[in-house]
């Protein structure tokens, strides 16, 4: 592993970590919970600062990192202990780290795209000739739907017009009227349909965010399809990815540039938010289970049982982190 990889790595996870922990921080000080620690990264301890009430610490291993509150693990008899706060204020706080990585993803995927630009639906130029010109399509036209569908960014049009066979169906907007085209598609040196478009492109920062957010929610919808193909037994174990398997791709988009590392930074984030909250004991969205069951029937679960449940999660997570980090090795020498 090269110097900057190793740079890139740390720094991507314990700023994904960071984020996460301090999702349950402020939606603990929001509820009113007494933290007592917040620390980034696990193990020896190499610096802390002791707060008006919180122990704030960077430990050795960047794999990791905590924020332990008041009555979270064992019952306390303090007004203002996790264990004390009504099922809502809990369900909040084990929701918040989860979120804030959600967010993350959002807020790299935007700052990229407002770097770069976004690339929407109205066009720059329309090549004199082709298919589309001689539709009667012009410069400045916006376009809003293609084939049936309503489009928002660019890249929807040129994959709908790519999915296309002979001919694409479009409705622009000029001067605030609708205009339909059917326009027979030629073929580009890659075979595939063009009618000669160009995008025009666009810094504005909500159209940016919009960009950053819908890209995240189709990520999202990807990854929740793949767990959902994991239990129906249409993907398999041996797909999955761990800390050295991320590295590596870590290390691959380096050589691109800052951008690359970003943009799968954001992935990242957002996989960890949404594995962390699938109902499995050991993850934060286990014990949001156990506070839902709390809220519904009105009787807690022991701190002995789910403690055990727990530990019996964790195993099986550890036993699969240490599946997938054979998987990862035998990919890298393989």
Not at 57 to 68: A, D, E, M, T
Not at 136 to 145: H, M, Q, S
Not at 153 to 181: C, H, N, P, W
Not at 188 to 216: F, R
């Amino acid at each position: 592993m090269g110097f900057i990889t190793a740079i890139y790595a740390v720094a991507v996870f314990c700023v994904l970590i960071m984020v996460h922990e301090l999702g349950h921080f402020f939606a603990a000080k929001f509820t009113g919970v007494q933290v007592n620690e917040l620390s980034l990264g696990m193990g020896p301890l190499l610096w802390k600062h002791q707060g008006k009430e919180t122990l704030y610490s960077v430990r050795l291993l960047p794999i990791g990192g905590f924020c332990s509150m008041e009555g979270e693990d064992e019952e306390s008899e303090n007004e203002r202990a996790f264990n004390r706060k009504p099922v809502w204020a809990r369900a909040l706080i084990i929701v918040a780290g989860a979120l804030m990585n959600v967010l993350l993803a959002v807020a790299i995927l935007s700052a990229i795209a407002g770097f770069y630009g976004v690339a929407v639906p109205e066009l720059h130029d329309v090549t004199e000739g082709k298919p589309a010109y001689q539709a009667g399509i012009r410069p400045g036209d916006e376009i809003i739907e293609v084939n049936g569908e309503k489009v928002n960014f660019f890249v929807e049009v040129r994959t709908l017009i790519q999915m296309s066979d002979d001919t694409v169906d479009l409705v622009v907007k000029r001067d605030g009227t609708k205009v339909y085209a059917s326009i027979p598609v030629e073929r580009g040196e890659d075979g595939l349909p063009v009618i000669g478009i160009e995008a025009a492109i666009s810094h504005n920062p909500l159209t940016a965010i919009h960009y950053g957010t819908v890209a995240t929610v189709d990520m999202g919808k990807s990854m929740l399809g793949f767990i959902g193909q994991l239990f129906t037994g249409k993907s398999s174990v041996n797909e999955l990815t761990g800390p050295v398997g991320i590295v590596s791709a870590i290390g691959q988009q380096a050589q691109y540039g800052f951008v690359y590392v970003a943009n799968l930074a954001a992935l990242i984030s957002l996989n960890l938010g949404i594995m962390n909250m699938l109902p499995f004991p050991a993850l934060d969205g286990g014990r949001l289970l156990f506070i839902v069951i709390n809220g519904i029937t009105g009787k807690a679960v022991s701190e002995e049982l789910e403690g055990k449940i727990h530990f019996a999660g964790m195993m099986l997570l550890l036993a699969l982190m240490a599946y997938v980090l054979l998987q990862d090795v035998g990919r890298l020498v393989g």
